[in-house]
T-cell receptor
Framework: NAGVTQTPKFQVLKTGQSMTLQCAQDMNHEYMSWYRQDPGMGLRLIHYSVGAGITDQGEVPNGYNVSRSTTEDFPLRLLSAAPSQTSVYFC?????????????FGSGTRLTVV | TQLLEQSPQFLSIQEGENLTVYCNSSSVFSSLQWYRQEPGEGPVLLVTVVTGGEVKKLKRLTFQFGDARKDSSLHITAAQPGDTGLYLCAGVTTDSWGKLQFGAGTQVVVTP
């Protein structure tokens, strides 16, 4: 039972480069989300999806794109990396558990933009 | 300004002591969760509370949801070094349909 798998675990980019952070879940969860975590700020929601073909913006969406063509995958694209995007990125999948949403997080991608 | 304000930001205590972490907001939540995060890992769900005034216990951890569903607390009794970690509260507001938003976290360090 893999849960939520994020790749890569570490990445260094130069300013202006683009890249895609991969996220896959094998639990057939409807909802998937991307968060970034910066020191002293907890996790901030970037984008989320309530099902294949449906995405919406979170608190800090600028500079990031997402798409959801399948239930399993929810990639996050950085179009032109900036030093302000240096952060740890977490992908999560969730479902309605009857008593709140049950969230499972991946182990994160540590991104440095130089 | 974050939707959920956690306090304190940092807590260092000796093994055997008790501690309480608070999570406050001006918004009403349909559900509120507490997570613990270890270095290099994603947050792991500890508990979900959904009813105002609800109290849940998980071994030495006690979670309360405020009557108005705007605040919550986490109390640890007789803390152990294994309780060390970043504790995060997170909630879904009544109008946000599954969007989980986090507080900034409380770093707890329990020394032997």
């Amino acid at each position: 039972n893999a849960g939520v798998t994020q790749t890569p675990k570490f990445q260094v980019l130069k300013t202006g480069q683009s890249m895609t952070l991969q996220c896959a879940q094998d639990m057939n969860h409807e909802y998937m989300s991307w968060y970034r975590q910066d020191p002293g700020m907890g996790l901030r929601l970037i984008h989320y999806s309530v099902g294949a073909g449906i995405t919406d913006q979170g608190e800090v969406p600028n500079g990031y794109n997402v798409s959801r063509s399948t239930t399993e995958d929810f990639p996050l694209r950085l179009l032109s990396a900036a030093p302000s995007q240096t952060s740890v990125y977490f992908c999560a999948s969730s479902y309605w558990a009857g008593e709140g949403y049950g969230y499972t997080f991946g182990s994160g991608t540590r991104l440095t933009v130089v | 300004t974050q939707l959920l304000e956690q306090s304190p930001q940092f807590l260092s205590i000796q093994e055997g002591e008790n501690l309480t972490v608070y999570c406050n907001s001006s918004s009403v939540f349909s559900s509120l969760q507490w997570y613990r995060q270890e270095p290099g890992e994603g947050p792991v769900l500890l508990v979900t509370v959904v009813t105002g005034g609800e109290v849940k216990k998980l071994k030495r951890l006690t979670f309360q949801f405020g009557d108005a569903r705007k605040d919550s607390s986490l109390h640890i009794t007789a803390a152990q070094p294994g309780d060390t970690g970043l504790y995060l509260c997170a909630g879904v507001t009544t109008d946000s349909w599954g969007k989980l938003q986090f507080g900034a976290g409380t770093q707890v360090v329990v020394t032997p």
